[in-house]
């Protein structure tokens, strides 16, 4: 049973039956050596009475029976026998009616207490006293001892010493069973309130919806042991919070990405449908429609290869790629934009540099910082593609550098906002598929303004960077 | 009319401006905010169609510091977002219309004539002068029942004559709402379209009123006689 209140519940009881046990033994034990104890004094004192009865008259030994009630009455009485030493039996209570008592054998004065079964059937307890009997030679109040000797034994029911303890015994059963019941009771309650609680958190929790986990679980009135748990929960809550409104956000960025293009593609369609046009004409807006598709197109490959990245589903195949050759390879691309911008281009990698890595991954972090370059950099301007003396390979520009409150968020996906727009750089999404490509390849990329006013991208061993330097 | 296009995705752009000229618009295109700003300053627009992203001045900035300077010019906001919030403060800070991308160039030129005929106090696309009636939702110039095919530009300087009816309107605004930069300023290129316009429109005929009155040294007006 995995249940919490049980098993609080029958740990409590356990412990409680056992305290509560113990105590009840020890406190039965202690009533009725006290009982006995006090129906002993009184055997004692009723066998001493008894004793005193006996008078030594010097030649016979006399017994001046005074009645006593309580050796005389029909139910339950006591009862006592007196014996000389010679065994002849001096006296017997009336309740005997002839019957004997076990002669006791006490050593020395004090009496001898002992359990036993009494004539009519009844337990009993019985004291043995043996005393020096007393000789009145010259009078009242000159005796001495006889040298004689009487033994009496005086016998009792403890029956009332039973009912007693049988008292005792209820008493006590009747005050554990309310414990009991009454500590059983406290703990459901407690813990069922406790675990009421519990449950009104995971009802709360049932409740959330994990894209607007707002409002958080309330923190009031809760015991201090859920305390922690419900604040890990609202921890997590507002993780969650955070990544779905990143997620919104990357989807808002990504549909307004897509949907300048189709703006422009629609314009393009609707104007050229207007009216009958000449032949040149169509293929013109037809050209640029195509040059609006492959940059959706781009964007898209960008988005997938970065979804990809993020499931951890692209593998990484490592081989000996020639840098200057794959520069050159990717710039092909970019070579009429350049041309139409009034770009000059220079690669001047070593023909020799060879890395090990991703052919693939490489050259789309290539491709996207040589069309970074491509469409950034002023009109005019250059673009050298080198290496550096901690980079593997750097692309360095004329500028215009990039504003310093955009430099540390050009990786990031979708740089936005009117700030960002404003100040002219508009990064989309290839800086951070080139980020996320170069971190599946162990390769650092980051972006710095040069002395000169250009920008330099730079792309270097994972372990060689120093702090976050993008 | 004379619309200035801030948009500064090219191919977008590019397409937009050739469907507002070949709407008889005279259209200014820049996709800097810095230079629309500049150009809203500079000139009577009668309408401005802004997106919001653009670099330098956003969209909404140009419109807010266009508004302070006390231009009533319509403004229609083109934006790729279309969160209300975005919506909302591009209404509040005055502009005319709103349009989410991407959208149909034929709702593009409804806006742009409704913002328009706002400016000038008109609540119809369609305007009766005489026997003179001008449908600029349709385009359709009719005069005494019949049909008169206009060229673009003529339509514009008749529509502009049309909004302002009545008042005498310069050939320095009719330049600066009829013609964009990519026509060659010249002296009387004003005085030869108008020419042209009263020719296709058989105005001063025997017969018929004339419709387009000449004030010496100061413009053109357009009017019905009687009723002015």
């Known amino acids: 049973m995995n249940s919490l209140r049980v098993r609080l519940t029958v740990s409590l009881m356990a412990v409680l039956i056992l305290a509560l046990g113990t105590l009840s033994i020890v406190v039965d034990q202690v009533v009725w050596h006290a ?108 005796a ?14 403890t029956e009332n010493v039973r009912a007693s303890l049988g008292a005792v015994r209820r008493w006590l059963a009747l005050w554990v069973g309310i414990t009991l019941v009454a500590a059983a009771l406290a703990v459901v309650v407690s813990v069922s309130r406790g675990l009421r609680a519990a449950r009104d958190v995971a009802a709360r929790v049932g409740e959330i919806d994990a894209a607007r986990p707002r409002p958080f679980l309330p923190a009031g009135r809760l ?10 929960v609202n921890e997590l809550l507002a993780r969650i919070e955070e990544s779905f409104a990143r997620e919104r956000r990357f989807t808002a960025d990504v549909s307004h990405e897509l949907r300048t293009p189709l703006a422009a593609l629609r314009a393009m369609i609707e104007v050229a449908l207007r009216r ?14 195509g040059d609006v598709v492959g940059q959706m197109q781009t964007l898209c490959e960008n988005l997938l290869a970065l979804a990809r990245l993020d499931a951890g589903a692209v593998p990484v195949r490592p081989e000996p790629v020639a840098l200057r050759l794959l520069v050159d390879d990717c710039w092909r691309s970019f070579q009429g934009l350049a041309d139409e911008r009034g770009l000059r281009f220079a690669n001047q990698l070593d023909p020799g540099d060879t890395v090990t890595t991703d052919r693939d991954h490489l050259r789309i972090i290539v491709s996207n910082l ?53 100040a002219g750089v508009h990064c989309g999404i290839g800086l951070a598929l ?37 | ?49 802004l997106d919001v992203m653009v670099p330098g001045v956003d969209g909404l900035a140009i419109l807010r510091q266009v508004r302070a300077a006390g231009s009533s010019a319509g403004v229609v906001i083109i934006t790729a977002r279309d969160q209300v919030p975005d919506r909302i403060a591009g209404l509040d800070l005055g502009a005319d219309d709103y349009l989410v991308k991407p959208f149909a160039l034929d709702e593009l030129l409804a806006r742009l004539r409704a ?45 502009y004559l049309a909004l302002r009816r009545g008042q005498i309107v310069t050939r320095a605004e009719i330049w600066g709402h009829v013609y964009d930069f990519a026509a060659e300023p010249s002296s009387n290129v004003v005085d030869v379209y108008v020419g042209y316009l009263r020719r296709k429109l058989g105005d001063g005929e025997a017969g018929g009123h004339r419709l387009i009155r000449t004030h010496r040294g100061l413009g053109y007006s357009l009017e019905v006689e009687g009723t002015e």
Do not use: C
């Open chain 1, 35 to 142: 009982l006995v104890r006090q129906l002993d004094a009184q055997l004692a004192d009723d066998a001493s009475a008894v004793a005193g009865m006996a008078e030594d008259e010097g030649a016979t030994v006399e017994f001046e029976y005074e009645s006593l009630p309580d050796f005389e009455r029909a139910q339950r009485p006591a009862y006592f026998q007196a014996w000389l030493d010679d065994g002849q039996v001096l006296a017997r209570s009336p309740s005997l009616q002839g019957r004997d008592l076990p002669r006791p054998a006490p050593r020395g004065a004090a009496p001898a207490f002992s359990t036993l079964t009494l004539p009519d059937g009844r337990p009993g307890r019985a004291a043995g006293l043996r005393q020096p009997l007393r000789i009145e030679e010259d009078g009242p109040g000159t």
């Open chain 1, 144 to 157: 001495r001892p006889s040298g004689r000797y009487v033994t009496v034994a005086v016998a009792q029911g």
């Open chain 1, 223 to 232: 015991p201090d042991e859920l305390a922690p748990l419900v604040d890990k």
């Open chain 1, 276 to 289: 009958t046009r000449q032949p040149d004409e169509y293929a013109t807006a037809i050209g640029e429609m």
């Open chain 1, 370 to 422: 040589l069309s970074n370059a491509a469409s950034y950099t002023a009109g005019g301007g250059w673009i050298v593609v080198r290496s550096g003396a901690t980079s593997l390979l750097q692309v360095d520009d004329s500028g215009p550098g990039i504003p310093a409150e955009i430099l540390p968020h050009v990786f990031d996906r979708f740089v936005r906002g009117d700030g960002a727009r404003s």
């Open chain 1, 434 to 470: 080139v980020r996320a490509l170069g971190e599946s390849l162990r390769l650092a990329v980051s972006a710095e303004n040069t002395r000169e006013g250009g920008v330099s991208f730079q792309v270097r061993a994972a372990d060689a960077v120093t702090g976050s330097a993008s």
């Open chain 2, 1 to 49: 009319m004379r619309v200035l296009l801030v948009e500064d995705y090219q191919p977008l752009a590019r397409a937009l401006a050739q469907g507002l000229r070949e709407a008889g618009y005279a259209v200014d295109v820049t996709g800097d905010g810095r230079q629309g700003l500049a150009l809203a300053h500079a000139n009577g627009y009668d309408a401005l169609v």
């Open chain 2, 115 to 159: 913002v328009i005929r706002r400016r000038y106090q008109s609540t119809t696309t369609v305007v009766a002068l005489g026997d003179l009636v001008i449908d600029s939702a349709a385009r359709v110039v009719r005069r005494a029942g019949k049909p008169v095919t206009l060229s673009a530009r003529e339509f514009a300087l008749l529509e």
